[in-house]
């Protein structure tokens, strides 16, 4: 079984390209691990409110929030040991870039759900 995407700034609106990307991933057959700190569950998923919370072993994880709200972040997504790194439109931090490149993360600035719609992911 392939380890899961954390969706970092998971959504419970459907407007939300995180919440498209949530159902894109599962319908391509790739788990899924949530996190808002302001939500308990999305439809039937737990949704992570700390990142300490999480246990399971993360692949990737695509980023959904402002740059400046995952600065603070840093040290505990470097410590979920993820492979890649994927910045959507509008959640680019070139700290954070850095961050994750200097602890030997593979970082791409793109968009998931383009990347799933070109069987790239």
Do not use: W
Not at 58 to 75: A, C, F, G, Q
């Amino acid at each position: 079984m392939t380890k899961p995407t954390l969706i970092l700034g998971a959504s419970d609106k459907l407007s939300r390209y995180s919440n498209k990307a949530m159902k894109s991933l599962i319908t391509a057959g790739h788990p899924v691990v949530l996190f808002n700190p302001n939500l308990e569950r999305i439809e039937d998923l737990i949704c992570y409110q700390k990142l300490s919370q999480i246990a399971e072993a993360i692949d990737t994880i695509t980023v959904y929030v402002h740059p400046k709200r995952i600065e603070p972040m840093l040290s505990d997504l470097i410590a979920l040991n993820p492979r890649r790194v994927i910045f959507n439109p509008g959640s680019e931090s070139y700290a954070a870039q850095e961050a994750f490149e200097n602890a030997g993360i593979e970082v791409e600035n793109a968009c998931t759900l383009v990347l799933l719609s070109l069987d790239q992911y």
